[in-house]
């Protein structure tokens, strides 16, 4: 698969702060995925972008697709307790999803 | 989105043994992914499974160690054949959504292994 450069590796932050994470890769996308996964849990789709330049909330999630398609980020504003846990980006590239080595967030109430 | 299940949750087991994980979705959908996430470390794609072919399999990983079924559009099975350490993962199988525009996918809960 083709490698996904995600950073950063772990945030540490107090709630209420905001949180920015990206990805980078050499290839470029069609598709790019934001998924968080929970201990214990399977990875949770967060926000899906399919076109360059695309920019899609969810709530407290923002993302964007980045205009030469080898780059996305993800921003959580005002974060909570329960964002904790390991957001991945995926870039699909045919049919194969190519996971990030995800970012691992703490939040401190 | 697809509702996905996953059969066992986890499971502890000898090496030499094999173990067969089952995925069973709401919905009738075309492709079904398997991936294998090593602890700590990001999901790694192990095949692609069609109903009513063969699966494809990506570079690393073969069919007499990870044979697959895909008898029918709602479910799927692996197999972890011969289990050393090694294969102490997370197994995930996924699907494409079928009312998205392409390249989709969601996740089943995770099947949790450890090899003895």
């Known amino acids: 698969g083709q490698q996904l450069n995600q950073s950063p590796q772990s945030m540490f932050i107090q709630e209420g702060e905001d949180v920015s994470m990206n990805c980078t890769s050499s290839?470029?996308?069609?598709?790019w995925l934001w998924y968080k996964q929970d201990p214990g849990e399977g990875p949770v789709l967060l926000i899906a972008?399919?076109?360059?330049?695309e920019l899609t909330s969810n709530g407290r999630l923002t993302a964007q697709f980045g205009i030469t398609r080898k780059d996305s980020f993800l921003n959580i504003s005002a974060s909570i307790p329960s964002d904790v846990g390991i957001y991945f980006c995926?870039?699909?590239?045919?049919?194969?999803?190519?996971f990030g080595k995800g970012t691992s967030l703490l939040v401190t109430p | 989105s697809a509702v996905i299940s996953q059969k066992p949750s986890r499971d502890i087991c000898q090496r030499g043994t094999s173990l067969t994980i089952q995925c069973q979705v709401d919905?009738?959908?075309?492709?079904m992914f398997w991936y294998r996430q090593q602890p700590g470390q990001s999901l790694t794609l192990i095949a692609t499974?069609?109903?009513?072919?063969?699966?494809?399999?990506e570079s690393g990983f073969v069919i007499d160690k990870f044979p697959i079924s895909r008898p029918n559009l709602t479910f799927s099975t692996l197999t972890v054949s011969n289990m050393s350490p090694e294969d102490s993962s997370i197994y995930l199988c996924?699907?494409?959504?079928?009312?998205?525009?392409?390249?989709?996918?969601?996740f089943g809960p995770g099947t949790r292994l450890l090899v003895l």
């Open positions: 972008l399919y076109k360059a330049g």
């Open positions: 919905s009738q959908v075309t492709m």
């Open positions: 499974a069609n109903q009513g072919s063969e699966a494809t399999y």
């Open positions: 290839s470029i996308f069609n598709t």
């Open positions: 996924s699907v494409e959504d079928p009312a998205g525009p392409g390249g989709t996918q969601y």
């Open positions: 995926a870039g699909l590239a045919g049919y194969a999803l190519n």
